[in-house]
């Protein structure tokens, strides 16, 4: 069996678990679960395709107490989950993020908005692509469909995927990019009620 999401795209590999927190306080947070988008260039021991990326891979990390870590094989088949249930708490990880996005809103100067800005120190933000929620939070400012550029794992560039405002800002977005602290992937992510998928990507 080979079981597929389709809002994602995804292919898995290997079952996984879910992490919680070993810590003897009550009042300390669970540790999470999830998904973060990376480039191609990190290397990963468990990764899953997206539908459409050459440059861009999803990979399953989980928190502990100084950060987040990517699954390896052994930590992977060690918690014994299987694939569907772990894209199940991902997301829901995925969810509470995009809920409580407060993305900035990029107007020209006649006050039409251009672009949203997105950005989270959270570490799964990416994986906000996922959540029905994401497209839902644009809908009366940019529009059903949406272009998003992921150029770095805390920033996320979002437009109106017609009207060629990419297009107008691309070279301020390559630029973000090479100057990010975690970057992904110039590859733009076209997202919509089908879920989401890569269709293109921007020259460097």
């Known amino acids: 069996m080979n079981p597929h999401f389709s809002a994602a795209g995804l292919i898995p590999a290997i079952a996984v678990s879910l992490l919680f927190s070993s810590s003897a306080f009550a009042e300390k947070p669970e540790h999470r679960v999830g998904f973060i988008f990376e480039g191609s260039f990190e290397k990963a021991e468990i990764v899953s395709k997206l539908e459409g990326a050459k440059k861009t891979q999803l990979i399953p990390a989980y928190e502990w107490d100084y950060g987040i870590r ?10 014994g989950y299987e694939w569907e249930n772990f894209v199940s708490i ?3 990880t995925a969810d509470t993020l995009a809920d409580k996005l407060e993305p900035d809103l990029i107007r020209d100067s006649r006050g039409v908005i251009d672009y949203a800005l997105v950005t989270s120190e959270d570490p799964f933000l990416s994986s906000v692509l996922m959540s029905p929620l994401f497209g839902k939070k644009f809908k009366d400012t940019l529009g059903d469909q949406l272009h998003v550029v992921i150029v ?21 977005v390559v ?13 733009v992510f076209q997202v919509d009620e089908k879920g989401f998928r890569v269709v293109g990507e921007l020259e460097r």
């Not at 109106?160 to 070279?171: E, V």
């Not at 630029?175 to 590859?187: G, H, I, R, T, Y």
């Open 70 to 79: 990517l699954f390896s094989k052994a930590e992977w088949e060690k918690r």
């Open 90 to 92: 991902a997301k829901k």
């Open 175 to 187: 630029e973000k990019f090479k100057s990010a602290e975690l970057p992904v992937s110039l590859e």
């Open 152 to 172: 770095d794992r805390h920033i996320l560039y979002v437009f109106p995927a017609s009207g060629g405002k990419l297009n107008d800002y691309g070279a301020a």
